[in-house]
């Protein structure tokens, strides 16, 4: 008896996992996802329970009751996005706002024309969607970005032809940070008559996102990456100058104006609408405390080891992105060397070996010093004794790797690599 009322209160399990996470891991890696905020958490409770109506039911109060949740939720994320509420449809998550953005776009304006204009370091759910229309008939010019990952508006003019239809550029990177020139890029855009569409994911939360200022006709977020819970991100779409028009991925029961069919996620929206509340009372403060943070994570780790290259931009970036390499030292080795300490590395796992990251890549980073990358990503609840924890062991893993590898220790013997005959077998 008493078994069954264990496994079925969800806060003694809750409890279970907070404690075995007593041997804490800091966690720096925010690019990934964030953990809810406590105050996101408190707004979803009663959409679990008590105020669970579907907001499509019209005819009772509980069905009022969700609904009115979800038309402040959608308030709520307009006024973060200087949109308006009607423009923002409700999705699974920034992959399928990715998805709906450029399939919806393809499919309804495919009698204008069939070139979509992208960028080579998207995140895969635009990468991807991109290649699926390539075999049915789109053409995509991915575009090259300079050396810290920056897109040129040149190269945007210069790709650009009379059946080009839209216009997909991602606000800031996932891996690196770098953030574009998106009034530029969305200016341009404009004059061009061209849909303009971003995934703005990395973005919201850490600089400030704004339709009008960036002249976006669509763009992509997503509540996790934010401090809401997953599965729940939204697409906003433009109503005026131009109205945007979507064909739809998913059909059914006609909810958000037929955009995108499907029961909407209450407590997931109520908890988005809350986190972007949030952002919108902390931005700027949380971005400069995060951003002190991040110099003084990097400074640290500057101050006590050689040969780190900074990738991305130096200034033009995030402020909770810190993608470092470390000359002579597997990012993967790094990161098994610091069990306590959460990262993610340049190098991408695939079915057979590790692939350097295509970001880096992009960015003219060789394949040794991409593997040799790491990303950190800091957050709201990042700590500076996290970093500083954080530096000390980073530093002391990658001595001790470098005391291991005996290129480093002809490098520092003067030895130019380049010029030693290797023997292969
Ligand atoms: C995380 C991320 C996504 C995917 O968002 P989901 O909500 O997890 O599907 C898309 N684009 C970027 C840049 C991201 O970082």
Redesign the pocket.
């Known amino acids: 008896m008493a078994k069954v009322e264990k496994s079925t209160n969800p806060f003694k399990v809750f409890s279970k996992v907070a404690a075995s996470s007593e041997r804490k891991v800091i966690y720096m890696d925010n ?3 964030t953990p809810v905020d406590p105050r996101v958490l408190e707004a979803m409770m009663p959409y679990f329970t008590t105020v669970f109506g579907n907001a499509a039911s019209r005819n009772h109060a509980y069905g009022w009751s969700a609904e009115e949740a979800v038309e402040a939720a959608r308030l709520s994320i307009a006024q973060m996005l200087g949109a308006n509420p009607k423009e923002i449809v409700f999705t ?7 998805n709906l953005a450029i399939r919806g776009v393809a499919e309804m304006y495919a009698e204008k024309g069939k070139h979509i204009i992208t960028t080579a370091i ?5 990468l991807d969607t991109c290649k699926y229309l390539e075999t049915k008939g789109f053409e995509v010019t991915y575009l090259p970005v300079d050396h810290y990952g920056q897109v040129r508006v040149e190269d945007i003019r210069a790709a650009v032809r009379a059946d080009t239809i839209l216009i997909s550029i ?1 606000a ?3 891996e690196i940070g770098t953030i574009n020139r998106m009034a530029e890029i969305g200016t341009f855009a404009k004059e061009r008559g061209i849909l303009f569409h971003t ?4 973005a919201i939360g850490r600089i400030p996102v704004n339709v009008e200022d960036w002249k976006a006709d669509l763009l ?1 977020l ?4 934010i401090y809401g819970p ?4 939204a697409l906003y779409i433009r109503r005026k100058n131009p109205r945007v028009r979507l064909s739809p991925i998913l059909f059914g029961g006609g909810h958000e104006r037929g955009v995108r069919s499907g029961t909407l996620n209450v407590p997931g929206i109520v908890g988005f609408g809350k986190a972007a509340e949030l952002v919108r009372e902390l931005l700027p403060e949380e971005s400069a405390r995060v951003l002190k943070l991040r110099e003084r994570l990097h400074q640290g780790i500057l101050a006590q080891v050689d040969e780190v290259t900074l990738n991305g931009h130096p200034t033009e970036r995030l402020p909770n992105n810190l993608n470092v390499s470390f000359a002579y030292v597997e990012g993967e080795a790094l990161m098994m060397s610091i069990p306590d300490v959460a990262v993610s590395s340049g190098s991408a796992c695939t079915s057979a070996s590790l692939e350097p990251s295509y970001v880096l890549k992009a960015i003219g980073v060789g394949e040794d010093l991409a593997h040799s990358s790491i990303r950190f990503g800091l957050g709201r609840f990042t700590t500076e004794e996290e970093v500083d924890h954080t530096i000390e062991m980073t530093v002391k893993a990658v001595q001790r790797l470098r005391e291991m590898s005996p290129l480093y220790e002809m490098a520092k013997e003067g030895i130019d690599l380049k010029t030693v005959q290797w023997t292969t077998h």
């Open positions: 690019h990934a996802t699974s998550g920034a992959t399928e706002s990715n998207e995140h895969k759910a635009i991602m800031a990177n996932n995934d703005a994911v990395q992509s997503t509540a996790h990456k997953k599965g729940i991100g």
